[in-house]
């Protein structure tokens, strides 16, 4: 051994091998190259025909090196068997790894001499299947003549003549060829750590392709989640569908509509419902024909004899009681003739007779109303009976006149008005607007219309809808006045005695120098002539509440009854006086 390294080598016969090499040639051939003689193998019987593979010749190829040249002596020395000191042969072995006993040449002469051939312990081992990158390439061997002695006496390790290994060297490396490799359609990547390791060398193993692993066991748990996804994904595809169908189509089942339980359907006694349900069997819808017009009214009952309240321009056109008829809430419809009526006052009371189970409406206070209380309004506007509005009292005491169709004045009423914000159309005139306690506060007469310069509802006019601006004449002027009409026919106005003057264009009523048909403008005698007032007085207040016109001033003392004593503040010369007067009475139209 050599450092670590096999080397093939047998024990060197007594004469010293290089004395048995030719030199080399003088003349150069060979580039200075000397020829290596062939062993002589010894005359061993001939091997069975048929030798093993195993018991080949192991001679057929040699590791070369390059000669020393021919004048070096340590070279000559290591060659001529010596070792350094002139030690023979046997003692160089037993003390250290012996040299190479041939040196090998790069080409082969032509005339080699039968003599020179190698012995068989000389003749290399046949290189592995492998041969390493150091080892340069292998010397072609001649074919020794078979009668050619030996170089070296017998080994007396019993070394095979042929080069086989010893029992001291393990067996030389053996690369397997690799494993077929199945064919690829594109092209193989290069492997990240070069070429793939050939297997470790067994010489007495069964050559072939080495067996693929097997196939990796898919993980359970693997499949168990891909599975769960497959899953979830068809019920959500499913569920999505379902969904969509229902959604569309309302559901799978017949449609059944949730709904509340029966109740209590009773309201409070104050709530509008309540107030509608207690009101409404006491209000009726009029239908009037004659002097070739239509109209549609509401009234309401006053009592158990049969007696309706309702608005003068209601039933203004009828010439006889045929001309009226009544429905009550409940579908009865009846025939009413005409007790009494009012221009002045806007009202008239009818009468139905062989009506039984008669419901009057309870009448409140309406010096009791303030503004904001709410209300409720009952009436058949355009003709739909039956209907209920609500609102608020937003104003009180609001100076109107309505009518005048006639021209001369005779058919004008003046009202000091309580004004809502109930919806109120044409065809609840002569309705009844009620408080929280379902009281009669009020008769609903007149809408201001938008961009009109009239109030009130005449009887077959055009009118506009509501447009939050309704009044209705105080219960307490309707009560006196319909008490009037149902026991006399007729109605009284309270008066002062004065003419006025309506074409007066500053700030209060003032007395005209002259009255109708030049009679004297202040009345000899009455109230006003009595308490001092002269032609040209300006009255600006009536108990102490300011009045702009002289229709504002017929507004306030129509709000009274005749013999009610009234404060009147006037302007004269420029200095401001103090009245007092007891109203007359003057019969009404």
Known sequence: MNNGKPNW??????????????????????????????????????????????????????????????????????????????????????SQDPAPSVVLTKGEPQDRAPDQVPSPDHVPHPAPDHVPDHAPAPAPQAQA?????????????????????????????????PAPVPPQQGPVPPHPRGPAPWGQYDPWGVGGPVPAPAPAKRSRKGLAVAGALVFALITGVI??????????????????????????????????????ASALPGVVTLHVKGSGSAGTGTGFVLDTRGHILTNNHVVDGARSSADISVTFSSGETARARLVGKDTGYDLAVVQVTGVSGLKALPLGNSDNVRVGDPVVAIGAPFDLSNTVTSGIISAKERPITAGGEKGDGSDISYVDALQTDAPINPGNSGGPLLDSRARV?????????????????????????????????????????????????RATHPVIGVSLDMQYNGDGARVGEKGKDGTASVTPGGPAAKAGLRPGDVITKVDGQRVHNGEELIV???????????????????????????????QGT
């Open 145 to 177: 003549p078979a009668a050619a002695r030996p170089l070296h006496a017998p080994d007396e390790y019993r070394t095979p003549p042929y080069g086989e290994p010893g029992p001291w060297a393990p067996a030389p490396p053996v690369q397997r060829p």
């Open 441 to 489: 506060i009020g008769i609903n007469s007149a809408i201001r219309a938008a961009g009109g310069s009239g109030d009130g509802e005449g009887d077959g006019a055009s009118q506009p809808g509501s447009i939050g601006l309704g009044f209705a004449i105080p219960i307490n002027q309707g009560k006196r006045v319909a008490e009037e009409l149902i026991n006399t026919g």
């Open 556 to 586: 306030k003392i129509r709000a009274h009854r005749p013999g009610d004593r009234l404060e009147l503040t006037l302007s004269r010369d420029g200095k401001e006086l103090t009245k007092t007067l007891t109203l007359g009475s003057s």
């Open 9 to 94: 080598w047998s024990r060197p016969s007594s004469t010293p091998e290089t004395a048995r090499i030719p030199a080399p040639s003088p003349s150069g051939e060979g580039d200075g190259d000397f020829p290596l003689p062939a062993p002589q193998p010894p005359a061993l019987p001939e091997p069975p025909a048929t030798a093993p593979l195993d018991a080949a010749p192991a001679a057929a190829q040699a590791p070369s090196r390059t000669a020393e040249p021919a004048g070096t002596g340590t070279r000559d020395s290591e060659q001529a068997g010596t070792g350094p000191q002139g030690s023979p042969p046997d003692a160089e072995a037993d």
């Open 239 to 276: 569920g999505g569908g379902i969904g969509a169908y229902v959604e569309r189509n309302g559901g799978i089942a017949a449609v059944e509509l949730p709904q509340a339980d029966a109740e209590n359907t009773g309201r409070a006694p104050d709530s509008v419902a309540g107030i509608a």
